[in-house]
């Protein structure tokens, strides 16, 4: 799949599946899969999608925010390279909650590790509310021997951040599908039909070095 920018500054037309959510997170409550989530800022709404549930502590040993610059840099135990919010980012976040999860997990061979950091709509002091910005999202996902990210850009207003946030929430959930499916767990509700719908297109990243 290729990135592509997609022009929607009048209205960013996305609706949220949550069908998709509980579908995915009845399924890795029967897993044996553990996971430990990094999110920078945007897209945290992803945390209570994963936590508000009974037994959510089985398959999420750790979740972390570490919304600073710093706090990023003490995260990873460097500054990035490619800067904050960036698919290389992104995938070091995640190798680092790979690692933090294989040491709290019970079933090490079935831990993953997932980030997402972006560049969201933001109202800034004295700046104008119409005008659109560059929005980026980046997702990835660390397990033993498979490295995946996702990324899509888009334009976005201010006043949009609530469905920026939500758009975040679905590429998260992207990667807890890739989750299973690395485990053999077939989904029928594919949380990147949504996006495609409302004319985002994903770049998608694969590796197979740990």
């Known amino acids: 799949m ?20 509980a579908c995915i997170l009845e399924n890795l409550c029967i897993s044996k899969i553990q996971i430990a989530m990094v999110i920078t800022g945007g897209g945290t709404g992803a945390i209570s999608h994963c936590l508000r549930r009974s037994g959510a502590s089985l398959n999420f040993v750790e979740a972390v925010v570490p919304y600073s610059r ?6 990873l135990g460097m500054e990035p390279i490619e800067g904050y919010a960036s698919h290389q980012t992104a995938k070091a ?12 997990s019970d079933t090490p061979h079935q831990a993953f590790g ?5 560049t969201l709509p933001t109202e800034a002091a004295n700046s104008d509310t119409k005008l659109a910005q560059n929005c980026c999202i980046h997702v990835a996902s660390q397990s033993t ?9 888009f334009k976005g207003q201010a006043s949009q951040r609530d469905v920026s946030e939500s758009i975040a929430e679905q590429l998260f959930l992207i990667a807890l599908q890739d989750a299973l499916h690395q485990i053999g767990v077939t989904i029928e509700l594919d949380p990147v039909l ?9 770049k998608m990243t694969s590796s197979s070095d740990s």
């Open 114 to 118: 997932i980030a997402l950091t972006a």
């Open 145 to 153: 021997d498979i490295g995946r990210g996702w990324s899509l850009c």
């Open 194 to 202: 949504p996006l495609n719908a409302a004319g985002f297109t994903i």
């Open 70 to 75: 710093l706090a990023t840099q003490e995260y």
């Open 93 to 104: 976040l995640a190798k680092a909650a790979h690692r933090r999860a294989v040491s709290l």
């Open 2 to 21: 290729q990135q592509q920018s997609t022009d929607m500054t009048d209205r960013l037309e996305f609706q949220p599946t949550v069908d998709a959510w």
